[in-house]
């Protein structure tokens, strides 16, 4: 099978390291009845040694031509191959047909991994963890605190849902093609259904949209067709405070008043 060219509209730098491949897999440290699913797996870099630690793996992929070489190089009950775009695909499913928490991983690609994350954090209650690479700056704002100007939507929605733990930086020269940016590596564990405090989620999502997708504006502006100052100052938030300044606890707060 001819060599494969990394496709730019899919966002393809495959990992070529194999030092940073032996730390991915030793974070992982999986037992070989773990139920784990990989987002894109390429040339393989990271599913070779996961078989060899796996009793069965499953890999989401969007490219026809990589699908094929998977099929044809590892026998259907070591790999299964969902072909398609991971933006759609149901992870619930495989969770759900065998009653166990599913693990994921993968070297995600840098232009759809906000809307990919934001799509996974909806499957968190039969997620068990997750593993990802990602663009430094990604997992800058992730992780970023209240105050700061990396925190923003990403880093509201996912705290809410997750313990978040960078592991480790990546360098450019791990991949191929080379990115122009710094990658990172990251742990995500679902929060316990019980802290998930949020009465209407969508609710709150809403909201944290509203306050961010202005966010230079001060709250009395951006949240105006929500709250009041009055509603805001009656719930210790400053109206003129900026959606940056508020904490996760504080949308939760708020959007719970608004429930």
Avoid: W
Wanted: aromatic share 6%; with cysteine; proline share 6%.
């Amino acid at each position: 099978m001819s060599a494969h060219v990394a496709r730019k509209r899919f966002g393809q730098n495959f990992l070529v390291d194999q030092q940073v491949v032996a730390d991915i897999v030793a974070e992982l440290a999986v037992q070989r009845a773990d139920l784990l699913v990989e987002i894109g797996p390429g040339l393989g870099a990271l599913t070779e040694p996961l078989l060899r630690r796996l009793d069965h793996l499953h890999v989401v992929e969007i490219d026809r031509d990589i699908v094929a070489r998977l099929q044809q190089r590892h026998p259907a009950d070591r790999l299964t191959v969902h072909a398609g775009d991971a933006l759609n695909f149901d992870f619930g499913t495989l969770a759900g047909a065998t009653g166990r928490r599913l693990r994921v991983v993968g070297n995600l690609p840098y232009n759809i991994s906000t809307p990919l994350l934001f799509h996974l954090a909806s499957f968190g209650r039969c997620v068990r963890d997750m593993h990802f690479m990602l663009q430094r700056e990604v997992v800058e704002r992730m992780v970023a605190d209240p105050g700061s100007g990396d925190f923003g939507r990403l880093s509201v929605m996912l705290q809410y849902r997750f313990v978040i733990e960078p592991l480790f930086e990546v360098p450019p020269e791990a991949f191929s093609p080379a990115p122009r940016v710094h990658s990172a590596m990251v742990r995500l564990i679902p929060r316990p259904p019980e802290e998930l405090s949020a009465a209407d989620e969508k609710g709150f999502a809403t909201l944290v949209s509203l306050a961010f997708g202005q966010r230079r504006k001060m709250l009395r502006n951006s949240l105006k067709s929500l709250v009041d100052d009055g509603q805001l100052a009656a719930l210790g938030v400053s109206p003129t405070a900026r959606a940056e300044e508020l904490s996760v606890a504080d949308y939760l707060r708020l959007a719970n008043s608004l429930k």
